[in-house]
DNA sequence: TGACATGTCAAACAAATGTTTGAAACAGTG
DNA sequence: CACTGTTTCAAACATTTGTTTGACATGTCA
């Protein structure tokens, strides 16, 4: 029995409390994680954010790693079900609607300012320099959402096209996006003016959208022109020129 | 007697000697700090690698900041001459080949496997976590970098078309290409068998240059459709729907 | 040769950090 | 109240890490 007030009704939410305490750390946690890294953030800055003592993480998660990889999977929950890569569209919804609400929807993940805002950069940390956690990442959310958007893209190329150029077109589309995510520092400074936030969502999902569609609808009809002749599928052998 | 020629007019190239020392200090920190960041990176590992004492470190470059921002620089340097974001085409040539040109240089690039080619990633780490080296990377290659890419797309959109429009469009084909170097873990979970290395460029570059015009030309065409009442110019405050 | 500047090295230092520990505070139960 | 299991806390511990230090080696040059 962990907690000391199962007998009650009452949710124990009170301002002090072991899972008043655990819920603080969680909160510290993510924030500090997303700022500085797993290493480089301190177990006593967690603490101290928390106004727990600095042996809390080791008695409510066991170790600096357990509670990083629960910070993760909370937050992974949470923005999953807030943001369905769908967009709350039905599948009978036509492929370029239901493109535009896949970019809008992990647009505005991304520029989510709301209780799990650190995500993105700490999945962005996590794409540069894997763990275990990369894994949950890939099984919760990336595996499920590359297989929901080379649905749409099937459904907008000719059916004879190749795995490999739907795959393209997918990280041609993800790309677009994570930019903003993963390179946010650079483009607010190169453009301090361009807020990076969800003002700027809808405005950047229709660009997104719109140039990608149109990139897809002409690789439709124009299946590489005399561009075909100087590729090769992957898996071949390249020699350079 | 470690080197015997220093007071000759050779440089001292030989396999010890204090320019030596520094040589593989640097060699071995670029390695180090790209693998690890620059807080994890640890001066013992670099010494270690590069065959010298401890304290080499600090003898030769002050501490391990002056270190990280000298790697930074020459690596930047000669990064910056082998690829040139031009490809080496002359200003004059048609924009659709320097759009391709571009692409080509900045993907080969990312993909290089030389003596710097950990770069990338130290890169996409200043980018999450930015320091002073970041302003190195914007006035050494990023700006000069977006002015280069902006002239080319002016050069295929309308002249009317705003400055906006102009730089998310340049986004949008510089992400397609970093995309392989900041997610680079995550595109090899999902297809074990793209290469990412050289061998891709050619088919990368093809691809991603293609789609990109294609969406470039249909923006220039028609301006944005319909979806121009739903958009709001940077700078406006954009309300929740 | 002998003084001098330059490099190199092992050892030590001080600060930071994840984790442990033993005591104290607390809450519930008989 | 006494007893018990849970939670918190200050202090301590063992490592790691960037940097410093003083001795020693090396090559130069008068």
């Given at each position: 029995?962990?907690?000391?007030?199962?007998?009650?009704?009452?949710?124990?939410?009170?301002?002090?409390?072991?899972?008043?305490?655990?819920?603080?750390?969680?909160?510290?946690?993510?924030?500090?994680?997303?700022?500085?890294?797993?290493?480089?953030?301190?177990?006593?800055?967690?603490?101290?954010?928390?106004?727990?003592?600095?042996?809390?993480?080791?008695?409510?998660?066991?170790?600096?790693?357990?509670?990083?990889?629960?910070?993760?999977?909370?937050?992974?929950?949470?923005?999953?079900?807030?943001?369905?890569?769908?967009?709350?569209?039905?599948?009978?919804?036509?492929?370029?609607?239901?493109?535009?609400?896949?970019?809008?929807?992990?647009?505005?993940?991304?520029?989510?300012?709301?209780?799990h805002?650190?995500?993105?950069?700490?999945?962005?940390?996590?794409?540069?320099?894997?763990?275990?956690?990369?894994e949950?990442m890939?099984?919760?959310?990336?595996?499920?959402?590359?297989?929901?958007?080379?649905?749409?893209?099937?459904?907008?190329?000719?059916?004879?096209?190749?795995?490999?150029?739907?795959?393209?077109?997918?990280?041609?589309?993800?790309?677009?996006?994570?930019?903003?995510?993963?390179?946010?520092?650079?483009?607010?400074?190169?453009?301090?003016?361009?807020?990076?936030d969800?003002?700027?969502v809808?405005?950047?999902?229709?660009?997104?959208?719109?140039?990608?569609?149109?990139?897809?609808?002409?690789?439709?009809?124009?299946?590489?022109?005399?561009?075909v002749?100087?590729?090769?599928?992957?898996?071949?052998?390249?020699?350079?020129?």
């Amino acid at each position: 029995m962990t907690e000391a007030a199962v007998h009650r009704s009452l949710p124990p939410r009170a301002s002090s409390g072991p899972a008043e305490t655990r819920r603080a750390l969680l909160a510290a946690a993510g924030a500090v994680f997303a700022e500085r890294g797993f290493r480089e953030a301190t177990v006593r800055d967690i603490c101290d954010r928390a106004g727990a003592n600095v042996a809390a993480v080791n008695y409510h998660f066991g170790d600096k790693e357990r509670l990083y990889l629960e910070v993760l999977r909370q937050a992974m929950a949470e923005m999953n079900a807030r943001y369905p890569f769908d967009g709350g569209l039905p599948r009978g919804a036509p492929a370029e609607v239901r493109l535009h609400a896949f970019v809008h929807s992990l647009l505005s993940r991304l520029f989510d300012n709301g209780e799990h805002a650190w995500l993105g950069r700490l999945m962005a940390r996590e794409m540069i320099d894997p763990s275990n956690a990369l894994e949950v990442m890939m099984t919760d959310r990336i595996r499920p959402m590359a297989e929901h958007l080379g649905e749409i893209i099937r459904e907008l190329l000719p059916a004879a096209v190749d795995e490999d150029t739907v795959w393209l077109t997918g990280f041609s589309i993800v790309s677009q996006c994570l930019f903003y995510n993963h390179c946010r520092s650079v483009v607010s400074r190169l453009r301090t003016d361009l807020p990076l936030d969800h003002s700027a969502v809808e405005r950047l999902a229709d660009h997104i959208t719109s140039l990608s569609l149109r990139g897809i609808r002409g690789l439709a009809k124009t299946p590489l022109s005399r561009r075909v002749s100087r590729t090769k599928p992957f898996g071949a052998v390249a020699r350079r020129r």
